[in-house]
């Protein structure tokens, strides 16, 4: 089901650069750094020596233990946000080398596989910066309230076990399922901007993540109950109407997530949601 | 939740849904239709029931054009059919360049072909509402002074005027004519482009492609249809850039005269084929 598309652009060239990785070779971090948030930024190149299977945390952790700048000037250690070190959390996503993606999962035989190679890292442009590479993804998760994207089981007596699910139905929710919240989707949207006013959040473009979490819900045979309070809000400003169909999510997207077919699935919720409204809605 | 945020709600999905379909109906219909009447000047040629002695190929197809003018020209409740298409036009250009400014583009960073078609929706929406403005200001509403040349154009010499209008000349082209010529060339492609693309992308707004083969499926017959019409828009705008003004005029010429012919012997016919008050003017 899930066409895993992640990082398929320039994947040849990435595959040839493994094979021809120069061992015991030094690689060039180029890494954008800043003081705190609203501090002004700047970058700091530093030399790092490579070790087999190395990748951009390690190399972070090497920075951390030795943070003197190519020029020889000793600096503070390079800030990050990391957790589960296998491609399953999303913290430590970053824009390396002027794309998103992970940065546990990203080795450097496959960017820099010659001596003197140079990698940029960047913080996500679209949250705002706490330190370094480390930024403040609130506003993905506002979104998923925003949508309210859970199922809803608490209340004054027990509901039950819920109905039977088909497989197919199953397998096209897993595939929904498997999203970590990274934030990769959003930095890629030219829709998804930056917002420093955290008033604006829930009138600002709501995002692919949220859009394919609400689906998520919407097709669970308890979590539809909501459908509706969803349907409200994604019809809504900054909801699925602000899309603008550059498709950018799904590719870069690192659990291969049909993220297009879940903003055209919410597209066609929302026509029958506002049918539905225009001839039986109350308000 | 306030019945004021609601009412919000409804107008921003009313007004994003209506962006999307006055691009199909009726500026996108429109479109078709428009590029199918000038392209005649083209393919006329083959129209038979307009030959007469003496006519060649580019003869009859100077006629065809003649008869689609005069036909559109005699339609009844014309301008209310302008104000509409004018409206919706004005309406999905305030609206698009409002949208498009909501984002930013990134194509320096992520070169995929979706976000490079969606960053030239939007720069092909903009320099389309430039040449529809000028478009419909010098061959519509009459602003001779944006004319190279100062050509006016008329219903009655619709080929050999618009064809002075795009030469920037009556006697063939001139420099500022040229300029004039492949400014219509690239006004015509983007406006193609931004027809296709956006049937394309309005499939998934509305919720109509859902899979991503679906998606594809339809992207391949939107593709389709934009290279016919983007066929038919280039053979329009290089048939109107390379047409002989004195050919044309002379056609034109002569089914004025006939018309005037007919209008002595009967002035019934007359009436429902040319309507023209001043046939002499």
């Known amino acids: ?283 | 939740m306030s019945e004021n945020a609601d009412s919000m709600q409804n107008r921003h999905f009313l007004l994003r849904r209506l962006h999307s379909l006055s691009g199909i109906v009726p500026v996108g219909v429109f479109l078709i239709v428009h590029l199918v009447t000038n392209s005649t000047i083209a393919w006329g040629g083959l129209n038979s029931r307009v030959d007469q002695e003496g006519f060649g190929w580019f003869d009859r197809s100077i006629a065809t054009f003649q008869h689609e003018v005069s036909f559109i020209n005699n339609m009844p409740l014309l301008l209310l059919i302008e104000i509409t298409l004018w409206s919706a036009i004005g309406f999905h250009s305030i609206l698009g360049v409002y949208y498009a400014m909501s984002g930013k583009g990134n194509t320096g960073s992520y070169k995929y072909g979706g976000n490079l078609r969606y960053a030239l929706q939007r720069t092909t929406g903009y320099f389309g509402i430039f040449f529809i403005f000028y478009h419909v200001a010098t061959l519509r509403w009459g602003w001779t002074w944006l004319v190279p040349g100062g050509v006016e154009w008329s219903h009655e010499h619709a080929s050999s005027t618009f064809a002075a209008a795009l030469q920037g000349s009556t006697d063939g082209f001139t420099a500022v004519g040229f300029l004039v010529a492949c400014f219509y060339f690239l006004g015509v492609s983007a406006l193609v482009f931004h027809f296709a693309n956006g049937l394309w992308s309005a499939a998934i707004t509305w919720g109509i492609t859902v899979s991503r083969p679906a998606q594809k499926r339809w992207g391949i017959m939107c593709a389709g249809l934009g290279a016919g019409l983007m066929f038919l828009a280039w053979v329009s705008v290089i048939g109107f850039a390379t047409l002989d003004y004195d050919q044309a005029r002379e056609v034109e010429d002569q089914l004025l005269g006939e018309s005037i012919h007919m209008n002595v012997d009967d002035a019934h016919d007359a009436v429902t084929l040319t309507g023209h008050d001043d046939i002499d003017g």
């Open chain 1, 1 to 283: 089901m899930s066409e895993a598309e992640a990082y398929s652009y320039d994947a040849d060239m990435r595959k040839a650069n493994r094979k021809q990785a120069v061992e015991g070779r030094s690689v060039i971090f180029k890494i954008k750094r800043c003081d705190g948030p609203g501090k002004s930024t700047r970058w700091e190149s530093f030399k790092i020596p490579i070790e087999t299977g190395a990748n951009v945390i390690s190399s972070l952790n090497w920075i951390a233990a030795n943070p003197v700048t190519v020029e020889g000037t000793k600096t503070t250690p390079v800030v990050w946000d990391s957790s589960c070190l296998e491609e399953v959390c999303g913290a430590c996503t970053m824009v390396i080398n002027g794309r998103v993606r992970q940065s546990c999962s990203c080795l450097i035989d496959e960017y820099a596989p010659k001596d003197g190679d140079v990698m940029t890292l960047e913080p996500m442009s679209k949250f705002p910066v706490i330190r370094d590479l480390w930024v403040d993804r609130q506003r993905l998760f506002s979104n998923l309230t925003r949508v309210k994207g859970w199922v809803p089981i608490d209340g004054t007596y027990n509901m039950g076990a819920g109905p039977k699910e088909s497989h197919e139905q199953q397998q096209m929710r897993y595939a929904l399922s498997e999203c970590m919240s990274c934030g990769c989707c959003l930095e890629a949207c030219p829709q998804f901007t930056k917002e420093e006013d955290e008033s604006q959040w829930d009138s600002s473009f709501v995002g692919a993540h949220a859009i394919s979490q609400a689906r998520y819900f919407n097709e669970h045979e308890t979590g539809k109950q909501l459908k509706d309070e969803r349907m409200d809000a994604l019809s809504g400003a900054g909801g699925i109407n602000d899309c603008g169909n550059a498709q950018n999510c799904v590719k870069v997207c690192p659990k291969g997530i049909p993220l297009t077919e879940s903003i055209g699935a919410i597209g066609r919720s929302a026509t029958m949601h506002a049918i539905k409204q225009f001839f039986q809605g109350k308000k």
